[in-house]
């Protein structure tokens, strides 16, 4: 039987929402096995002189826990 944990990170990025959660997914996989999935709960971005400046993705990454026997 597995387990399976969620975290939740925001990703940014200049370029677009899609950039930002490859972001996320990216900075997790550094540190975290056996990823499964990843589920975009919310986007935003920043704003500056009426202009979109850095894009964000709000996102639920999921992955099987290891066991230790």
Do not use: H
Request: aromatic share 6%.
């Amino acid at each position: 039987m597995a387990v399976v944990k969620i975290i939740e990170l925001i990703g940014s990025s200049p370029i677009s929402w899609d950039d930002a959660t490859k972001n996320a997914l990216a900075e997790a996989a550094k540190t975290i096995k056996n990823i499964r999935s990843v589920y975009v709960k919310r986007v935003n971005a920043k704003v500056k002189d009426n202009k979109i400046v850095e894009y964000r993705a709000v996102v639920k990454i999921a992955f099987v826990v290891d066991r230790v026997n």
